[in-house]
């Protein structure tokens, strides 16, 4: 028989995003925005490390009432050692690539975008920027808030929100 895996120990550097490893599980995310109609959503979130000092992480959402699958974003939150400031570089299926950089503050993370980059043949309107907010809300409810710019819409206004449980 083989032997299980064993994970690796967490880069020191990563310790301020601890609270942050696992599966999390939202229910009823809620989405809105000017241009588009409002939806629910659920979203099962993973993040995990392999050792290194970043941390990988993935974000399936499904439609509310079918399970349909929809929106997915793959990508890594690094932290400057020895600060509080982090990036995340997140690649996304609708043809989005995100850069944001923020700070950590204890169980909360702020970022925002400074580079949206998007396929040539992408959908109009073109996004522009996406600030987010993580923040533990209780030891096992993780909250999520977006908001987002557009070549449409400017300034940034609330998209998505929603709160997971861990589930692993």
């Given at each position: 028989?083989?032997?299980?895996?064993?994970?690796?120990p967490l880069h020191d550097a990563?310790?301020?995003?601890?609270?942050l490893l696992g599966t999390w599980?939202?229910?009823?995310g809620k989405g809105d925005y000017p241009t588009i109609k409002d939806f629910k959503y659920?979203?099962?979130?993973?993040?995990?490390?392999?050792?290194?000092p970043n941390l990988e992480f993935s974000f399936c959402s499904s439609h509310y009432e079918t399970g349909k699958p929809l929106h997915r974003e793959r990508g890594f939150l690094k932290?400057?050692?020895?600060?509080?400031?982090?990036?995340?570089?997140?690649?996304?299926?609708v043809g989005i690539v995100e850069l944001s950089e923020?700070?950590?503050?204890?169980?909360?993370?702020?970022?925002?975008?400074?580079?949206?980059?998007?396929m040539t043949f992408g959908k109009d309107p073109a996004v522009?920027?996406?600030?987010?907010?993580?923040?533990?809300?209780?030891a096992d409810i993780l909250e999520q808030v977006?908001?987002?710019?557009?070549s449409a819409t400017a300034p940034a206004q609330h998209h998505l929100s929603i709160q997971y449980k861990k589930v692993a």
């Open positions: 028989m083989a032997a299980s895996p064993v994970s690796p990563l310790k301020p995003l601890a609270w599980r939202g229910e009823e659920k979203e099962e979130v993973k993040f995990d490390h392999v050792g290194q932290i400057q050692p020895g600060t509080s400031h982090l990036a995340l570089v997140n690649t996304q299926n923020g700070e950590v503050k204890g169980q909360e993370i702020t970022l925002e975008s400074h580079t949206i980059g998007r522009t920027k996406i600030n987010r907010t993580f923040r533990l809300v209780d977006v908001h987002m710019e557009t």
